[in-house]
């Protein structure tokens, strides 16, 4: 499932907004898509308010939650349940038109992928938030995603890893 042109305005908008934690509830989405990855049900979840993503025992959110944001950690190593996991972000400043042709091109690599989900905000093509998830050479699970603020010309780029015990 991929380019879902939304009907709702999205809640975060620029990267200092957001907020990272593991472990919360299930939050209302506004489009869900499912993928086997290495014999892992992995679940991508677009919010209102940036994603989440369920697979095996972790549940990550990044969003606009109460309580403030102060932007994406860079990196988050932990163990869960005898899993290794690892997050890294990046937020990109993008000058005018950049921010454009990355998301122009985001959209193209991600449409009709298996294990995607692109949704895009009203107001800009360019106000997306995109997952993909997929299983790396080494094995394991991956994902990552982009959250796309052109009001603020910010990309913010994510990327997990995931390797069972």
Known sequence: MSG???????????????????????KEALAVA???????????????????????????????????????????TREIAGWRYRFTSRVRRCAAGELTGLTGALRRDLAGRSGALCGVFPGSPDALTALLAWRPAAGGIAWSTWHAYPQAGQLVTTRTRLEAP
């Not at 879902?4 to 299930?26: H, K, M, N, W």
């Open 4 to 26: 879902i042109r939304l009907a709702v305005p999205y809640l975060d908008t620029c990267a200092e907004q957001l907020s990272f934690a593991l472990g919360l509830p299930e």
């Open 34 to 76: 499912e993928a086997e990855v290495d014999g892992v049900r992995v679940e991508l979840r677009l919010l209102g308010a940036s994603h989440q993503v369920f697979a095996g025992p972790v549940r990550e959110t990044l969003a606009c939650l109460p309580g403030g944001g102060s932007g994406p950690p860079r990196a988050v």
